[in-house]
């Protein structure tokens, strides 16, 4: 009997210790599956490649695209090529690092062509996102042209139906003329009666 609570007391320690360690390992799960901080890193199956700079590395392929697209290149190459055949068929056998049928000169050109493509696409493809850029600046631009075009034309159609409402000087003096030459039809009809009356009065006045 008094071996019932020992057991009970070692089961519950048992318990308690499987519960912590539950809790001990739910809480990395917990914190790996959080949103608000960085996944951690996995292992990868292949080896890390070397870190480098893109944009040196595009610098330098734009150079060599364009070194390649140019005349000189084209003469260096040819003059490497006669040499190199030239050497190969005309010095004595022994001296010879290529003989016909010059398997060597094909592996160099087949490298020297597939190395060239791949730089000619990468700075064809850098050249490309220039262009892109600059086409959504000039695009922007013509937008932001075409807005003010658009104000100032409002502004100078509300100019000109203010102008219309503004009194000109041709507009004032044809007035003037309206007006004088109202006073000067209304000053003979109305200039009798004054003298009229007056003529009366004095009569009226001298009897």
């Given at each position: 009997m008094p071996e019932r609570p020992e057991r009970e007391g070692g089961a519950g320690r048992e318990r308690m210790k499987a519960a912590s360690g539950t809790g001990a390992t739910a809480l990395?799960?917990?914190a790996r599956v959080r949103l608000d901080q960085p996944r951690a890193r996995r292992s990868r199956l292949l080896p890390e490649l070397p870190e480098y700079d893109p944009e040196?590395?595009?610098?330098?392929?734009?150079?060599?695209?364009?070194?390649?697209?140019?005349?000189?290149?084209?003469?260096?190459?040819?003059?490497?090529?006669v040499v190199w055949l030239a050497w190969?068929?005309?010095?004595?056998?022994?001296?010879?690092?290529?003989?016909?049928?010059?398997?060597?000169?094909?592996?160099?050109?087949?490298?020297?062509?597939?190395?060239?493509?791949?730089?000619?696409?990468?700075?064809?493809?850098?050249?490309?996102d220039r262009d892109r850029v600059t086409h959504e600046q000039e695009?922007?631009?013509?937008?932001?042209?075409?807005?003010?075009?658009?104000?100032l034309?409002?502004?100078?159609?509300?100019?000109?139906?203010?102008?219309?409402?503004?009194?000109t000087r041709d507009w004032i003096r044809s007035e003037l003329q309206d007006l004088v030459r109202e006073m000067?039809?209304?000053?003979?009809?109305?200039?009798?009666?004054?003298?009229?009356?007056?003529?009366?009065?004095?009569?009226e006045g001298d009897r």
């Amino acid at each position: 009997m008094p071996e019932r609570p020992e057991r009970e007391g070692g089961a519950g320690r048992e318990r308690m210790k499987a519960a912590s360690g539950t809790g001990a390992t739910a809480l990395p799960h917990s914190a790996r599956v959080r949103l608000d901080q960085p996944r951690a890193r996995r292992s990868r199956l292949l080896p890390e490649l070397p870190e480098y700079d893109p944009e040196a590395f595009g610098r330098l392929s734009e150079r060599v695209a364009r070194f390649l697209g140019t005349g000189r290149f084209i003469v260096w190459m040819t003059l490497v090529i006669v040499v190199w055949l030239a050497w190969n068929i005309l010095v004595p056998v022994e001296l010879r690092f290529d003989p016909y049928p010059f398997i060597f000169l094909t592996l160099v050109l087949s490298l020297q062509a597939s190395y060239a493509a791949p730089l000619i696409l990468l700075a064809q493809n850098r050249q490309d996102d220039r262009d892109r850029v600059t086409h959504e600046q000039e695009r922007k631009q013509n937008e932001r042209s075409i807005a003010d075009t658009e104000y100032l034309t409002r502004e100078i159609a509300a100019l000109r139906m203010g102008l219309g409402e503004v009194a000109t000087r041709d507009w004032i003096r044809s007035e003037l003329q309206d007006l004088v030459r109202e006073m000067a039809e209304r000053r003979p009809a109305d200039g009798p009666g004054p003298g009229g009356g007056g003529g009366q009065g004095s009569a009226e006045g001298d009897r």
